[in-house]
């Protein structure tokens, strides 16, 4: 068998006697046949070239696929490296630390798409929707701090103006000067902000102060035993579960006690079970899994209901009845007869002995 040339056709031969059908494929390899590739197998590859056959053009080709797989395999794994979600560079000279001062180090918690929002906030609401390791696999593999921000920034202006439309269809017929409370937008910032970046950690402390001793002989269950979500996964989950009280703040508008009490348990047990269905992984491994259950759903009922009474909710001792000047009125004309009474008898008898 001749040896091949760097000029050389992979060629498919009919060896009953036909003409050969030749195809022109510009492989690299052979331009190497003089060279290590096809040497004594010297290096890390010369096994296996010394077991392929010069000339083989169907060797040839499939070292030519081997090897651009495992370069782009090796030129994808260094970039992967390098924009590991630690900001630790990879293994090569070519590795950064990614500063939590650049923007670049805080792509990682905004990266979805809008189907991957859409479908964290569905989860939010309905019970028994997202699967056993919801948490483990999916919020803790990917958490991110895009749906939660803009959720919490859709609240805060859903409620100030909701409850200042409220107020002023409760007062619309009393005759009183209204005026928009700009109080209430960073009355409700603080209050949703506040829920929604403490609360996690406080329980992501309590996971992790909690956790039951681990049996390290039974080397299958160590790992989902000792497993507490992150703290960052517990600001994306408390952040999605604040979506239910978006509609719910547009429907408080509707001045019926029942119909907004309704509303109240309705949005906070739906969104509170679906936070402890999340949270079953997290809760089955802490000493006081029946305390931070009864701790969620109360946490939960008592931010709703305080979005009720505080930004809807009328106190019956409302400034228009103080206003008011209607009982005072009858009065006047009797307590004025009765001091011009005593002032006359009194200058009477004066009059009487000049």
């Not at 290096?43 to 169907?58: E, H, K, M, T």
């Not at 930004?311 to 409302?318: C, E, I, N, Q, V």
Request: net charge negative; aromatic share 10%; charged share 10%.
């Amino acid at each position: 068998m001749e040896t091949p040339t760097a000029d050389d056709l992979l060629q498919f031969r009919d060896y009953s006697g036909g003409a050969p059908a030749q195809i022109n494929v510009n492989s690299p390899t052979h331009a190497q046949g003089g060279g290590s590739g096809f040497g004594s197998g010297s290096g890390s590859g010369g096994g296996s070239n010394a077991q392929r056959q010069r000339g083989d053009p169907l060797a040839d080709l499939i070292y030519d696929m081997s090897t651009s797989a495992q370069n782009m395999a090796g030129g994808g794994s260094n970039q992967a490296q390098n924009v590991s979600l630690d900001g630790s560079g990879g293994g090569g000279a070519g590795g950064a630390r990614l500063s939590f001062l650049t923007i670049e180090y805080y792509q990682q918690f905004f990266n979805v798409d809008t189907y991957m929002v859409l479908e964290r906030i569905v989860n939010s609401m309905i019970p028994k929707r997202a699967a056993g390791n919801y948490l483990r696999m999916n919020i803790g593999e990917n958490p991110d701090l895009y749906g939660p921000f803009w959720i919490t920034v859709t609240l805060i202006f859903s409620i100030a103006i909701s409850g200042n439309i409220a107020s002023y269809l409760h007062h619309a017929s009393d005759g009183y000067h209204w005026h928009y409370n700009f109080h209430l937008v960073s009355y409700a910032a603080t209050c949703i902000f506040l829920y929604a970046n403490i609360l996690p950690a406080v329980l992501w402390a309590l996971f992790k102060y909690s956790l039951k001793p681990v049996d390290t002989a039974d080397a299958v269950e160590t790992d989902s035993a000792s497993y507490t979500p992150t703290l960052l996964s517990l600001m994306c989950i408390y952040g999605y579960s604040l979506a239910i009280y978006i509609p719910v703040s547009i429907l408080w508008v509707i001045n019926i006690s029942v119909l907004q009490w309704l509303l109240v348990i309705t949005a906070a047990l739906l969104s509170g079970t679906v936070l402890i269905a999340v949270l079953t992984p997290a809760l089955r491994n802490s000493q006081f899994s029946l305390f931070l259950i009864i701790g969620i759903l109360s946490a939960h009922v008592v931010l709703a209901a305080g979005f009720l009474l505080y930004f809807f909710h009328s106190p019956p001792d409302s400034p228009v009845a103080a206003a008011t000047p209607a009982p005072v009125a009858p009065a006047a004309p009797a307590a004025l007869k009765a001091v011009t009474e005593a002032v006359l008898a009194n200058v009477a008898p004066g009059n009487r002995s000049q």
